[in-house]
């Protein structure tokens, strides 16, 4: 196991770049987690059903619980602690998920709102059912993700400049 | 959960990787989305010693088109393959399939090299593969071959893979215009596997199929070419006889497993209805 | 008073107290990642554990031999039954009065079952070191079928407790038998179904499932060598009593136990026990003098720590001919695995499962419950309900639609025939409940109008003679379910956990300028505490909820309290907060009396000050009574201004509800789609109408989940099957329905505020009702019941049964 040589990575993580030695196993959520300290992203099932370790790199959605850190050398990375603007002010998905209570327990909403961000750059006025279908990656335990929707739906609203009409029950 | 050890390598050329597996033989495995592979690791049932990652190798990416052929480089990703005009122009089932497949995230990384390739009879792709009458192009230490998609597969992960070759890309040859396809898949919930799943590709002339092929996911070792159903099939109008007996016929070749997905019974039963429902969509489409 | 002035209403919303839809202080660190749960701390030195399982269900211990682990660089120690021995500690108390194995001692009692753990530098050492621990395994015969668990040949599990036959319970019967356990009149109920024209006598098994929240149990302990002090982070639901137990089980002193439950990523009655990787985190970092860390993967989750349910129910209602029910009988088989460790108040070894007989008045029942063990994981948690309510309010609402079917009777007209009345309340049950407060006519009418139930038939009857005349393969079904719960666990005259009381607790300490601490023994793991209990005080005390800070999780600040799970940290721990708030407005008034110079008497408390009767300008606001509580001499009162309360309620709480589901059925697929689910909760006094919707959409889509296909399954060999997040069905946003909500408000009489509760009602009255509905769905095929889970396939094969893939 030790004859096993680390390898070093470098990769771009919220827009500064980060590097560190590790074995060519290391999981990138335990890079992100115990080597940068970035504890917002969790893990929730190790096999790649949750998301609820959902990181942006490249422009893409990915489970970091079933990737390598290696894997990830010279990428580009958000996490959620890099979704705010540097003045603080929330993302409208961070301020959405507050406003239509679209979360609980706290522990799927990075991998969530990172889903949704995401999903809002590739569809920026999705229906219900294409939010629905978009965010069938996470899963949530405590909200039944009806809230969730309204928050993705509040934040579509506000980045489009647009007023959110909450649906009628 | 934690993988084993293993050494990583990052080849960039496919003569490089082919190179590396042929040297590292069966301690080595070859490395795409990982969203198989990896999860088989962290639970320690799959413990290779190497793993080669065919991230770095640019001309596994990519559709073209040469000729009537598609051509799909291994390492294109699902979502690629969503988002591909030219596939949605003319291979129109592979959209359809690849949102069927596993869950956003993992189309961003899942590639359809891993998914034909590996061998999983709960992967989709091969069952549309064979519909398709797909080449699989092969390279190894002999150099490279072709292989049909209807010969590749042999049991549950076991394919005509040799020791040292893996998968460059998949050519589908020309379909028909106008021809109608289907993939119905019955599965419990986004992300699972199919309980059972039928991909059909059939063309039409004067109201009566034409050409028929159809195969099946998830109910053997393999999916399954369901060649005697596409028989009953061809020559029909779809009347509820031929539908039913060409289910019959699926449903005799069928031989799932009793899992959490439902019983043998069940599951058999399940083949003939997505036959059933994939033939009349693709019927109505083509 | 000017223009400026705010009016009442002004100042009442600045309160954001109860009633408003306050938004959560808890998401402004969870949407930025600034969550702190147990695994997102790191101390300095800190080790990992991890542990060796059993690959068997049922087999002897014959040899492990950790030397080769112990070789490997990185290995701390690996810990065994037998190092835990001359500690006492290779076994520990459940909550339930029964011992459970921390590592396997001698033998190994179901598969997954810890038999050592191996503590290294990291997480990944670890996890290489349990491969190299190798223990030999005897396989015995392994026994999964609790039917059989009385055989007179069945095999023997528990040999530590072989010749004990008095149990926590009382007389064991048998040597695999836990308890047998009786309520009610059986003379009565048997002299009634002698003679009663209809009867109705079916078994409905509860299966197993498991509360699987997103994080899994983890914990994290520190023992300080020089100083004896011990800190341990956990997922602990209720952390007071890890304390207690911790202190008991060690030797160290209480006040050098210090025990902190961080953010929690959902508990569900997962985390309410104890379970051996915190014994064992907490043993190797007083043996090692180092932190040592425990997280469990999701496998490990759902197969060894905590299930829930398991309760075969086999369950008789007697009537006249007209609907009018004359008694109930039922009898409970309860698997509940390999040790007793059902987390119910300790007199109650089936939870609260005599409030069966539901919402009606049922003059006669009896009850009898026998646990048994089998080679399973233990558990049998309320897993988002209030001990064993949700298997008691499915064996009602389940037989209550099984003797309507009987009697030819529609079952929302039955169930209104059979409420307890409005004036009947404080209602008596035949099995020993005090029902608090119910209008029960009012839900099920305002219900019934909300989703069109007589259309809803209608519909239906044309659906199905469509089917019958080969239009259609979908049959459609109308679920229908009342339920009463009972929660606010509870009194400590028949309520406590080992002996420990089930109070709670609040402290409130106003700060000299006005804002505020309130300081509880509950532990929220989603829920929302630090919004609205602030409500509560606001409201109470006249404090703005923003300048109100609640903590919680941490046992060296707070109160002694019980936590939270069977709903109970609004009935009890809410009740504690009003009351701790009144102590201190009620010093508040003898120093609003002082400054204004008058009488206390006369004056009268308004939204956020005193003010003198009659005279409404001259009044004095609580930030200026704050002030002077601290730094004001006032004659005969000491300076400051805070208060604790022990709340010790004097009965349970009864939320109640009606829930409707509309459902269409593809016989061919056996696939299910809620078209429609529409909600109405009673849960008394509402604090904050967000966070309960929330909390109804929460427990809702659990129920579906349950109802409709999530279990822990075994085969006859004991292997436990689909232990994943693949094959365990946790439903995504695509297969959850939508929820409509309702209320209706009928306050506790007895809670201070008249709140009951109402995080677990959504599914206690969910399960049924998704489960009525299938059973509605095949009914007019001849269809009596169908056992949950009903996935796919086992819809599919009821209408295979029924005969109805014949004609396809």
Known sequence: MSKIQKMHVTMTVNGETVEGLVEPRTLLIHFIREHLLLTGAHIGCDTGHCGACTLDIDGKSVKSCTMFAVQAEGSSIVTIEGLAAPDGTLHALQEGFRMMHGLQCGYCTPGMILRAHRLLIENPNPTEAEIRFGISGNLCRCTGYQNIVRAIQYAAAKLNGTQFQEAAE | MIPGAFTYHRPKSIDEAAALLTSLGEEARPLAGGHSLIPMMKLRMATPEHLVDLAGI?????????????????????????????????????????????????????????????????????????????????????????????????????????????????????????????????????????????????????????????????????????????????????????????????????????????????????AGVMVARAVRRAFERA | MNDLTPTKEQREARLEGMGCKRKRVEDIRFTQGKGNYVDDIKLPGMLFGDFVRSTYAHARIKRIDTSKAKALPGVRAVLTADDLKPLNLHYMPTLAGDVAAVLADEKVLFQNQEVAFVVADDRYIAADAIELVEVEYEELEPLTNPFKAMDADAPLLREDIKGKMEGAHG????????????VGDREAADDIFASAPVKTKDTYWYHRTHPSPLETCQSLASYDKVTGHLTIYGTFQAPHVVRTVVSMLSGIPESKVHVIAPDIGGGFGNKVGVYPGYVCSIVASIVLGKPVKWVEDRMENLSTTSF???????????????????????????????FD????????????????????????????????????ASGG????????VTEAVYAIERAVEVLAQKLGMDSADLRLKNFIRREQFPYKSALGWEY????????????????????????????????????????????????????????????????VGMFDSCEIRIHPTGSAIARMGTKSQGQGHETTYAQIVATELGIPADQIQVEEGNTDTAPYGLGTYGSRSTPVAGAAIAMASRKIRAKMQMIAAHLLEVHHNDLDWDIDGYQVKGLPEKRIGVKEIAWAAYHQPI?????????????????????????????????????????????????????????????????????????????????????VMGASFMDFFVPTAVETPHWETDFTVTPSPHHPIGAKGVGESPHVGGVPCFSNAVNDALSFCGSVHIDMPHDAWRIWEAAEKLGLHKAA
């Open chain 2, 58 to 270: 640019p001309e596994l990416k990519g559709v073209c088109q040469n000729g009537g052929d598609i051509i799909i480089g291994a390492m294109t990703t699902q979502a690629e393959l969503i988002a591909s005009e030219l596939l949605a122009a003319q291979v129109p089932i592979l959209r359809e399939t690849s949102l069927v497949i596993a869950d956003p995230q993992i189309r961003y990384c899942g590639t359809l090299g891993g998914n034909v390739a590996n061998g999983d009879p709960g992967n989709d792709m091969p069952a549309v593969m064979m519909t398709l009458d797909a080449r699989y192009t092969i390279v190894g230490e002999k150099g490279r071959r072709v292989i049909p998609s209807r010969e590749f597969y042999q049991g549950a992960y076991y394919t005509a893979l040799e020791p040292g070759e893996f998968l460059v890309s998949v050519t589908i040859p020309a379909l028909p215009d106008g021809h109608g396809f289907a993939y119905e898949k019955m599965k419990r919930k986004v992300g699972d596997y199919a309980t059972a799943a039928a991909a059909v590709v059939l063309t039409k002339k004067d109201g009566v199929i034409a050409t028929c092929a159809l195969a099946l996911t998830n109910v053997g070792d393999t999916a399954l070419f369901a060649e005697e159903a596409a028989q009953i099939l061809i020559g029909s109008r779809l009347d509820a006889a031929s539908l039913a007996r060409a289910a019959a016929a699926a449903e005799a070749i069928a031989a799932p497993a009793t899992d959490g997905r439902g019983t043998a019974a069940y599951r058999t039963s399940i």
């Open chain 3, 341 to 376: 460790a059902c987390a119910d108040p300790t007199k109650w070894p089936a939870g609260f499962m005599n409030i069966c007989t539901g919402s009606y008045g049922i003059p006669v029942a009896h009850l009898e419950v026998d646990g048994v063990y089998t080679n399973k």
């Open chain 3, 171 to 182: 007389p064991r019967k048998h040597y695999n038998h836990i308890f047998n356990w009786q």
């Open chain 3, 436 to 499: 608090d407060s119910g209008d029960y006519h009012l839900a099920m009418n305002k219900a019934m109008e909300a989703v069109g139930y007589r259309q809803l038939r209608a519909e239906q009857a044309e659906k199905r003679a469509a089917f019958q005349r080969g239009e259609t393969r979908e049959v459609m079904g109308i679920g229908v379910s009342f339920f009463t719960e009972i929660v606010g666990a509870g009194p400590s005259k028949n309520c406590d956990i080992l002996g």
């Open chain 3, 635 to 719: 004659p005969n009162l000491e300076p400051g201004l805070e208060a604790v309360n022990y709340y010790d309620p004097p009965n349970m709480t009864y939320p109640f509800g009606a829930y409707f589901c509309v459902m269409d059925i593809d016989v061919d697929t056996g696939a299910a789609k809620v078209r429609r689910f529409y909600a109405l909760d009673d849960c008394g006094t509402r604090i904050n109408p967000m966070i309960i919707e929330g909390q109804v959409h929460g427990g809702l889509t659990e129920a579906f989940a349950v109802a409709m296909g999530q279990e822990i399954r075994y085969d006859a060999a004991g292997n």
């Open chain 3, 381 to 388: 948690v309320a897993y988002r309900c209030s001990f064993r």
């Open chain 3, 308 to 338: 829930a349910r398991d309760y075969h129910m086999t369950t008789e209602l007697a009537s006249t001919q007209d609907g009018k029910i004359l008694g109930m009988r039922c009898y409970v088989l309860a698997d509940h695995g390999a």
